[in-house]
């Protein structure tokens, strides 16, 4: 595990795994940029947080889908911080159990695909020139097993064909950064009982463990993988 303070970004952090991720790192005494598309509710989320850690909490406006407002951000931390450790890409919508690929609605799809696939790639590129001047750069995805296409069958249609997306973007950009030592890997937290996923699910400390391994990985770990609590999850 990397010892030193880093600078992490999280998206969709306002709630949910973000929001835990967003905690577990700042417990380690990190820097964490809270992201959400409402910066009110990013600043209410920081402030709620920060009494509980070690390291810094700063909620910032980050809506992955709007590159002007990306750019301006990654501006602002290029000032304030000069570089980006960690990138958590968790930023999701449409968990749409309520249609099937035959029946469906494609606004939702491609509301889905802008926002878990080009959203994430956005962003990564929005930071990389800040990630390139990390000793110890990360990227990870967020994903989860609906996008695995070993398992993929019927399913909710816009969220698992975006997920299976991103997870061929974590693979593209892996091999893109291997030589930048940008480290890029897909996490599935699991089901994890949060405003997206429902009830029943695993608790959300455990959902945000299984992601803090990707960014917790040593500088010789592995890149373009796709793991569930450190074990590796089909394609």
Known sequence: MITEPRIVVVTGANRGIGREVARQCASRGN?????????????????????????????VRLDVTDTAALA???ADVDVTEGRVDVLVNNAAVHYDTWQSAVDVDLAVVREAIETNVLGSWQAT?????????SAHPRVVMVSSEAGS????????????????????????LAGNLRRDRVLVNAVCPGWVATDMGGPGGRDVADGAASVMHAVDLPDDGPTGTFTRDG???PW
């Open 72 to 74: 301006a951000l990654a």
């Open 31 to 59: 820097t964490v940029l809270l992201g959400a598309r409402d910066l009110a509710a990013g600043e209410r989320a920081a402030r709620e947080l920060q009494p509980s850690v070690r390291g810094r909490i700063r909620g």
């Open 125 to 133: 590129l929005a930071f990389l020139p800040l990630l390139r001047r």
């Open 149 to 172: 296409l070993a398992s993929m069958g019927a399913g909710p249609p816009a969220y698992q064909v975006s997920k299976a997306a991103l997870n061929a973007l974590t693979r593209t």
């Open 231 to 233: 074990r590796p999850v």
